[in-house]
């Protein structure tokens, strides 16, 4: 507890920009964010008020860490298990829980649980040898989608093998590296969307309207709030499983459930609890953002409304450009704004560098498409300097 203040203090595991935008919504609820970072010049560390220095693979650093927090957090997944195990027996409040979150630290754990589950997802098998993949690429039919099970994100970790040979090729090499590995069936899907919940120790869900995910080599480059199209009832289906996952998994906190939207239904690909990219159009388009949100629920308080504050919204994700432009963050801040007065800019602080998520722009109003051209212009100009549609300021 913190004795200024007298409310708890809730400490996040990561110095990204997920736990600087979760240290943003805790300032208007008085909370003292404490952030571990692996680094001084860390997203989060830039910016937040208590900030302590250690890496999320050392033991004493979390258990030091954790010593001065009444609830442990994250805003990512690698935290080993068997470090959060050692919490849990010692004490610490950690919320999600070891048990849950270890589903989405490992794919293969998580596809077991959801098949045991009997939840919708792709066809899937364990590697342990080329032969594993060349038995479910005859089965399923080439080409397969090869996994990491543990540390992939954003494209990382997730290999095309579109024939035999390919594999033959691939998977060795990474076996002999040790990286555990599961293959799934390549999906044919309409789209990519989001269902993204929260849930807290007292059992309270709430969620948030599905999403679109639009993704670009492996990388979530824009976010439709409400996803374009989507029925009523498939609109509850994926709100009412990604619930239901929640309570099975005894989920506190945030939970994005990825899925697949089939001809057939729905399919689940991946979870994460935490904070998640295909919810920071909440930030601007909700009455209750995804962080004061997971904040509310590791807090065992009451959830907010996650009601849309206009009928649509877009985010676009500003990566990286190839090479960094001539001209600097603070005057493309300038011209975009003097371009889209009503739009909102959420950077990180972060280096530039090609395909690096640097931040992002979000665009609320009435008409999806018109949101969505002007919000893909803002990303690509933060990043390029250069306007889309051929206008170029020098």
């Known amino acids: 507890m913190d004795k200024r203040t007298g409310l708890p203090i809730v400490g996040m595991v990561g110095g990204g920009q997920l736990a600087r935008m979760t240290h943003q919504a805790a300032i208007s609820l008085g909370q003292s964010l404490r952030v571990l970072a692996a680094g001084e010049n860390e997203s989060a560390g830039l910016v937040a008020g208590e900030v302590v220095h250690g890496h999320h693979t050392d033991l004493e650093a979390l258990r030091s860490f954790a010593a001065g927090v009444?609830?442990?957090?994250?805003?990512?997944?690698?935290?080993?298990?068997e470090h959060l195990l050692t919490l849990a027996m010692e004490g610490v409040t950690i919320r999600p829980d070891p048990a849950a979150l270890s589903m989405a630290q490992n794919k293969?754990?998580?596809?077991?649980?959801?098949?045991?589950?009997?939840?919708?997802?792709?066809?899937?098998?364990e590697v342990s040898s080329v032969d594993d993949v060349l038995t479910f690429g005859d089965k399923h039919s080439w080409p397969?989608?090869?996994?990491?099970?543990?540390?992939?994100?954003?494209?990382?970790?997730?290999?095309?093998?579109d024939t035999a040979q390919h594999a033959r090729e691939t998977v060795p090499e990474l076996l002999d590296a040790g990286t555990p590995l599961l293959v799934e069936e390549k999906v044919v899907m309409r789209r990519e969307l989001s269902a993204?919940?929260?849930?807290?120790?007292?059992?309270?869900?709430?969620?948030?309207?599905?999403?679109?995910?639009?993704?670009?080599?492996?990388?979530?480059?824009?976010?439709?709030?409400?996803?374009?199209?989507?029925?009523?009832?498939?609109?509850?289906?994926?709100?009412?499983?990604?619930?239901?996952?929640?309570?099975?998994?005894?989920?506190?906190?945030?939970?994005?459930?990825?899925?697949?939207?089939?001809?057939?239904?729905?399919?689940?690909?991946?979870?994460?609890m935490r904070p998640h990219n295909s919810g920071h159009w909440t930030q601007d388009g909700s009455k209750t953002s995804q962080f004061e949100q997971h904040l509310r629920a590791v807090l065992d308080y009451p959830l907010g409304v996650t009601d849309l504050i206009a009928p649509a919204c877009v985010m676009a994700n500003v990566l990286g450009a190839p090479e960094a432009p001539e001209m600097g963050p603070d005057e493309r801040l300038h011209h975009l704004f003097a371009r889209y007065p009503d739009i909102r800019v959420h950077l990180y602080g972060k280096g530039e560098r090609p395909g690096r998520k640097l931040g992002h722009v979000n665009l609320v109003g009435e008409r999806m498409e018109e949101l969505r051209d002007r919000a893909l212009l803002a990303a690509h100009w933060l990043s390029h300097a250069v306007w889309l549609d051929g206008y170029e300021i020098h």
């Open 70 to 81: 009444d609830v442990l957090t994250f805003d990512h997944e690698h935290v080993p298990g």
């Open 108 to 125: 293969l754990v998580m596809r077991e649980m959801m098949a045991g589950l009997e939840i919708p997802g792709p066809a899937f098998a």
């Open 144 to 161: 397969v989608v090869l996994k990491a099970a543990q540390g992939g994100y954003d494209g990382r970790g997730v290999w095309m093998l």
């Open 196 to 272: 993204l919940v929260a849930r807290s120790p007292f059992g309270q869900g709430a969620a948030w309207p599905v999403v679109e995910t639009v993704q670009s080599g492996g990388i979530n480059t824009e976010v439709l709030a409400p996803a374009p199209g989507l029925s009523l009832e498939r609109t509850q289906e994926a709100q009412d499983l990604a619930l239901r996952i929640a309570a099975t998994l005894n989920v506190t906190g945030l939970l994005a459930v990825e899925l697949f939207e089939t001809d057939e239904g729905l399919l689940v690909n991946e979870l994460a």
